[in-house]
């Protein structure tokens, strides 16, 4: 009997201990109330929402930070960072970076960057960043779990392969289907070949784009499928006899990249604002041709 | 070898024997002619070398010194093949050892099938023969955990007669038995030693060694310090230590 | 009361034990009356074992649920609609891991028994062969088991070499194999020396040779008693078999990593975490049966 109720004391003090912690109150606004009308800026819009770390906002992206969306090579300043080190903001992603913070209200200075795992920018708990972009494509399905900001860049996706390969030549969905594709995890790559290629091999999904180059270069599959940029850049750099098929059309509604945040941010409306400027004031477009020039320059695979 | 012309060879020829273990020194220098047919019954006390000197002649020991000569062919040069010289001596061992995972039929007949070639057949056939003639004919699919000490031990005596050895080694193979279970492997010894088999035996069990043996070794801090005929032996012991010793015998009761 | 006064017959005890009095229903020392804490067997000590295992799960799950992030969790790992899209799909793809693991576990079983012959191997002559196994048993225990997956995977396709296989399956095999046949040479040397010297003796008495003394002898009594560490090492070969998901093959494990990277979901997890448990929880409890049978044997019933 006094053991079991000395296991009782046990429980009641781990329940005690696991109480649920106290939420950081929410930044002070200025006496605004509900009624107030919508910010006009993103700065001011960033001022209201807050960020996690006061006068600095915090920016997650993948480790490697792979080109064309990060360029500037590594530094010894930021070592961790492997292919590019974010700080440089250059490459695609890096710019967009440095332009949607400015219309924030955060200066070149006042950006940290976090490396994030993709599986780690939507689990739950609270985030170490305010908001994260690793050429994470927006679905329904996937705003359920967070926040997404609107488009700052619309993909297609692109066939490699290398020279010689069977598929070098094709020009039609059909005569792919024979092949032995595969695709990174976490794209929207591999869905598209299930759903619109549809090969009678079964597709291979890597971890990350490393294994998919290597595997690719190892003969083990015919092709990949990756975003058109990163296939200009895994052709280029990567894959000595690479080469791209082609581009694939778009099915159904045009995919894009978005920035993602904790679901239910306040920061989310303020990213939109900034975009929405970006856009307008041409700085977004200037963005894309300076980093993604060879956009339109690879043929379209028929389906 | 032939000790001269025409003369057969003898079963067991031990000389000069020596083993240690470690820095214990057991055996230390014996020498031992056994002709065939001969029960050889060693005696003495724990630790003098009766085990150790058995487990020598059946090679499972390597010697230090010395040689041992079975029926004319040196076992302990270099070079031997060793399995083919097992096959010509059986050993029974005091912890019986049968194989626990398999039937008692199949301990018999495991060496004969797969040392020398015998057809399961027949191998069968000789086993039953033997399980019969010691009186085991009912058990022969039982697995060994279910038959008692006595039991046990005849089939391991059994398991040791299917290779048709010309020398059998007993190596104090009813001291782990109780009492009222001694007697039923006692008697299987008798009748082997009848039949004409060799044997060297180790062994606490004096009245049998008086009745069974044609000579009894006396073996006292790992020397043969006393060898004769049983009567002469137990009889009129020639040797202090001998006497000391069949002394602690009797008055522990055991004789 | 003195047992088998006015008691009912139990017919679950082997024949011989006495009649228990209902007032103590489990036979003390039983594996069911040890598990529920018994030494003291008693209605009463089953009540208060249950009661305290209610209290204790019940508390827990009013803690966890009751804590601020858990809608969020339960949308993230339960979430219902994802399970039930996600749960066939792993199911079907699982296919694939069990054809791995059965492949490799049968190639494990043999290529470990070899290594562990060769490990026994007595004598300076057979040295070389010894320190091979050695070698072999201490590099594949030590490096983790995804990087020998990557280095074959990845690896020896990259060589180019005439004839090598290029599927990732056949590489996969081939590293799990070797590395988990590290471990089992180890269980079934663990499994040679605990048979006793004196088997050895009687068989080589006998004029059996050394390899038939292991053949016969040795290893049908080694084997079997390690059967629980083999099924141990085998459900641990099971779990990763998904390991070669990173050489991208779409086996279970890449299944609910694509489901839970498309949906921004962790739930494919759990749906992998129970399709594992549905899968292993039956082997488990094989092996605690299949001891505890041949404990009853060796032992005749008695408990200890």
Same mark, same amino acid.
């Given at each position: 009997?006094?053991?079991?109720?000395?296991?009782?004391? =046990?429980?009641? =003090?781990?329940?005690?201990?696991?109480?649920?912690?106290?939420?950081?109150?929410?930044?002070?606004?200025?006496?605004?109330?509900? @009624?107030?009308?919508?910010?006009?800026?993103?700065?001011?819009?960033?001022?209201?929402?807050?960020?996690?770390?006061?006068?600095?906002?915090?920016?997650?992206?993948?480790?490697?930070?792979?080109?064309?969306?990060?360029?500037?090579?590594?530094?010894?300043?930021?070592?961790?960072?492997?292919?590019?080190?974010?700080?440089?903001?250059?490459?695609?992603?890096?710019?967009?970076?440095?332009? =949607?913070?400015?219309?924030?209200?955060?200066?070149?200075?006042?950006?940290? %960057?976090?490396?994030?795992? %993709?599986?780690?920018?939507?689990?739950?708990?609270?985030?170490?960043?305010?908001?994260?972009?690793?050429?994470?494509?927006?679905?329904?399905?996937?705003?359920?779990?967070?926040?997404?900001?609107?488009?700052?860049?619309? =993909?297609?996706?692109?066939?490699?392969?290398?020279?010689?390969?069977?598929?070098?030549?094709?020009?039609?969905?059909?005569?792919?289907?024979?092949?032995?594709?595969?695709?990174?995890?976490?794209?929207?790559?591999?869905?598209?070949?299930?759903?619109?290629?549809?090969?009678?091999?079964?597709?291979?999904?890597?971890?990350?784009?490393?294994?998919?180059?290597?595997?690719?270069?190892?003969?083990?599959?015919?092709?990949?499928?990756?975003?058109?940029?990163?296939?200009?850049?895994?052709?280029?750099?990567?894959?000595?006899?690479?080469?791209?098929?082609?581009?694939?059309?778009?099915?159904?509604?045009?995919?894009?990249?978005?920035?993602?945040?904790?679901?239910?941010?306040?920061?989310?409306?303020?990213?939109?604002?900034?975009?929405?400027?970006?856009?307008?004031?041409? @700085?977004?477009?200037?963005?894309?041709?300076?980093?993604?020039?060879?956009?339109?320059?690879?043929?379209?695979?028929?389906? | 070898?032939?000790?001269?012309?025409?003369?057969?060879?003898?079963?067991?020829?031990?000389?000069?024997?020596?083993?240690?273990?470690?820095?214990?020194?057991?055996?230390?220098?014996?020498?031992?002619?056994?002709?065939?047919?001969?029960?050889?019954?060693?005696?003495?006390?724990?630790?003098?070398?009766?085990?150790?000197?058995?487990?020598? *002649?059946?090679?499972?020991?390597?010697?230090?010194?010395?040689?041992?000569?079975?029926?004319?062919?040196?076992?302990?040069?270099?070079?031997?093949?060793?399995?083919?010289?097992?096959?010509?001596?059986?050993?029974?061992?005091?912890?019986?050892?049968?194989?626990?995972?398999?039937?008692?039929?199949?301990?018999?007949?495991?060496?004969?099938?797969?040392?020398?070639?015998?057809?399961?057949?027949?191998?069968?056939?000789?086993?039953?023969?033997?399980?019969?003639?010691?009186?085991?004919?009912?058990?022969?699919?039982?697995?060994?955990?279910?038959?008692?000490?006595?039991?046990?031990?005849? *089939?391991?005596?059994?398991?040791?007669?299917?290779?048709?050895?010309?020398?059998?080694?007993?190596?104090?193979?009813?001291?782990?038995?109780?009492?009222?279970?001694?007697?039923?492997?006692?008697?299987?010894?008798?009748?082997?030693?009848?039949?004409?088999?060799?044997?060297?035996?180790?062994?606490?069990?004096?009245?049998?060694?008086?009745?069974?043996?044609?000579?009894?070794?006396?073996?006292?801090?790992?020397?043969?310090?006393?060898?004769?005929?049983?009567?002469?032996?137990?009889?009129?012991?020639?040797?202090?230590?001998?006497?000391?010793?069949?002394?602690?015998?009797?008055?522990?009761?055991?004789? | 009361?003195?047992?088998?006064?006015?008691?009912?017959?139990?017919?679950?005890?082997?024949?011989?034990?006495?009649?228990?009095?209902?007032?103590?229903?489990?036979?003390?020392?039983?594996?069911?009356?040890?598990?529920?804490?018994?030494?003291?067997?008693?209605?009463?000590?089953?009540?208060?074992?249950?009661?305290?295992?209610?209290?204790?799960?019940?508390?827990?799950?009013?803690?966890?649920?009751?804590?601020?992030?858990?809608?969020?969790?339960?949308?993230?790992?339960?979430?219902?609609?994802?399970?039930?899209?996600?749960?066939?799909?792993?199911?079907?793809?699982?296919?694939?891991?069990?054809?791995?693991?059965?492949?490799?576990?049968?190639?494990?079983?043999?290529?470990?028994?070899?290594?562990?012959?060769?490990?026994?191997?007595?004598?300076?002559?057979?040295?070389?062969?010894?320190?091979?196994?050695?070698?072999?048993?201490?590099?594949?225990?030590?490096?983790?088991?995804?990087?020998?997956?990557?280095?074959?995977?990845?690896?020896?396709?990259?060589?180019?070499?005439?004839?090598?296989?290029?599927?990732?399956?056949?590489?996969?095999?081939?590293?799990?194999?070797?590395?988990?046949?590290?471990?089992?040479?180890?269980?079934?040397?663990?499994?040679?020396?605990?048979?006793?010297?004196?088997?050895?003796?009687?068989?080589?008495?006998?004029?059996?040779?050394?390899?038939?003394?292991?053949?016969?002898?040795?290893?049908?009594?080694?084997?079997?008693?390690?059967?629980?560490?083999?099924?141990?090492?085998?459900?641990?070969?099971?779990?990763?078999?998904?390991?070669?998901?990173?050489?991208?093959?779409?086996?279970?494990?890449?299944?609910?990593?694509?489901?839970?990277?498309?949906?921004?979901?962790?739930?494919?997890?759990?749906?992998?975490?129970?399709?594992?448990?549905?899968?292993?929880?039956?082997?488990?409890?094989?092996?605690?049966?299949?001891?505890?049978?041949?404990?009853?044997?060796?032992?005749?019933?008695?408990?200890?």
């Amino acid at each position: 009997m006094r053991k079991f109720l000395l296991g009782l004391a =046990v429980l009641a =003090v781990v329940a005690a201990a696991c109480a649920p912690e106290e939420d950081d109150p929410p930044p002070a606004d200025d006496g605004a109330t509900a @009624t107030e009308p919508a910010p006009v800026d993103a700065a001011s819009c960033a001022t209201d929402a807050g960020t996690i770390s006061d006068g600095v906002v915090t920016v997650g992206t993948g480790n490697p930070a792979f080109p064309p969306w990060w360029e500037g090579g590594t530094t010894d300043e930021n070592a961790d960072w492997e292919f590019n080190d974010p700080y440089l903001l250059e490459g695609f992603e890096g710019a967009t970076v440095g332009a =949607v913070a400015e219309q924030l209200g955060f200066g070149p200075d006042a950006i940290e %960057f976090v490396p994030v795992p %993709f599986n780690k920018s939507f689990a739950p708990g609270p985030k170490d960043f305010d908001f994260v972009l690793q050429q994470i494509s927006y679905s329904d399905k996937r705003a359920e779990a967070v926040d997404f900001s609107e488009s700052y860049y619309d =993909v297609n996706q692109a066939l490699v392969s290398v020279k010689g390969s069977e598929i070098e030549g094709a020009t039609t969905l059909a005569e792919l289907q024979s092949a032995e594709l595969g695709a990174p995890l976490g794209t929207t790559s591999f869905d598209y070949i299930e759903q619109n290629i549809q090969p009678t091999e079964e597709p291979a999904v890597y971890n990350d784009l490393n294994g998919a180059v290597q595997a690719l270069k190892n003969g083990q599959v015919d092709g990949i499928v990756v975003d058109l940029p990163t296939a200009f850049f895994v052709t280029a750099v990567q894959i000595p006899k690479g080469v791209i098929v082609g581009q694939f059309p778009t099915v159904g509604a045009q995919e894009y990249f978005a920035l993602a945040l904790e679901k239910d941010s306040a920061l989310t409306e303020c990213l939109d604002l900034a975009l929405q400027r970006l856009k307008d004031d041409g @700085t977004l477009p200037a963005i894309q041709q300076e980093w993604l020039a060879d956009n339109a320059s690879a043929p379209v695979i028929e389906g | 070898m032939t000790t001269a012309a025409g003369e057969a060879p003898r079963a067991v020829v031990i000389e000069g024997l020596h083993k240690s273990f470690g820095d214990l020194h057991v055996l230390r220098g014996i020498d031992l002619q056994v002709a065939d047919h001969e029960v050889i019954c060693l005696i003495g006390a724990s630790g003098s070398g009766k085990s150790t000197l058995l487990r020598c *002649v059946n090679l499972i020991e390597p010697i230090d010194a010395g040689r041992i000569v079975v029926e004319g062919d040196e076992i302990t040069a270099p070079g031997v093949d060793v399995d083919a010289i097992r096959r010509r001596i059986g050993i029974v061992f005091q912890s019986f050892n049968l194989f626990p995972h398999m039937s008692v039929l199949h301990n018999i007949t495991l060496a004969p099938t797969k040392v020398v070639g015998t057809p399961a057949g027949e191998a069968d056939a000789e086993a039953r023969e033997l399980l019969d003639r010691f009186g085991l004919a009912d058990k022969a699919e039982e697995y060994p955990d279910r038959l008692s000490g006595g039991q046990q031990q005849r *089939v391991a005596i059994m398991r040791a007669l299917a290779m048709r050895p010309d020398i059998m080694l007993l190596d104090e193979v009813t001291s782990a038995l109780d009492p009222e279970l001694v007697a039923e492997v006692l008697d299987v010894i008798r009748e082997l030693a009848a039949a004409g088999m060799t044997m060297l035996i180790a062994t606490h069990e004096m009245g049998f060694a008086r009745d069974i043996a044609t000579r009894v070794c006396f073996l006292d801090d790992g020397v043969i310090a006393e060898h004769g005929p049983p009567e002469q032996i137990f009889g009129g012991p020639q040797h202090e230590r001998t006497r000391q010793f069949l002394a602690r015998i009797v008055a522990a009761g055991r004789m | 009361m003195a047992a088998g006064s006015g008691g009912t017959p139990n017919l679950h005890s082997p024949p011989g034990t006495p009649e228990l009095d209902p007032r103590f229903p489990l036979p003390r020392g039983s594996r069911r009356s040890r598990i529920l804490g018994g030494g003291e067997p008693g209605a009463r000590s089953v009540w208060i074992a249950v009661a305290s295992t209610v209290a204790f799960f019940g508390v827990a799950a009013i803690l966890i649920v009751s804590s601020p992030g858990w809608p969020e969790i339960k949308s993230t790992f339960f979430n219902g609609r994802v399970f039930e899209e996600s749960f066939p799909k792993i199911v079907r793809q699982f296919g694939t891991n069990v054809f791995i693991f059965l492949v490799a576990e049968v190639f494990v079983l043999i290529v470990a028994l070899f290594f562990a012959v060769l490990r026994s191997l007595p004598g300076p002559v057979f040295a070389p062969l010894r320190i091979l196994a050695i070698a072999y048993t201490d590099i594949f225990r030590g490096i983790p088991t995804i990087l020998v997956i990557s280095l074959l995977g990845f690896g020896m396709p990259a060589l180019r070499l005439q004839g090598l296989p290029k599927s990732e399956v056949f590489w996969a095999i081939v590293a799990l194999t070797l590395v988990y046949s590290a471990y089992v040479t180890e269980v079934y040397r663990a499994g040679i020396e605990s048979v006793h010297p004196s088997q050895t003796a009687a068989a080589r008495s006998l004029g059996l040779s050394r390899l038939q003394s292991m053949r016969h002898v040795i290893l049908p009594q080694a084997v079997r008693r390690v059967v629980p560490p083999l099924l141990n090492d085998f459900i641990g070969l099971q779990k990763d078999s998904a390991l070669v998901a990173f050489l991208g093959v779409v086996e279970a494990l890449q299944t609910a990593n694509i489901i839970s990277a498309a949906e921004f979901n962790f739930t494919p997890f759990v749906s992998l975490a129970l399709v594992y448990l549905v899968i292993t929880i039956p082997q488990t409890r094989f092996v605690d049966w299949l001891v505890e049978r041949d404990r009853k044997r060796r032992q005749g019933g008695t408990v200890l």
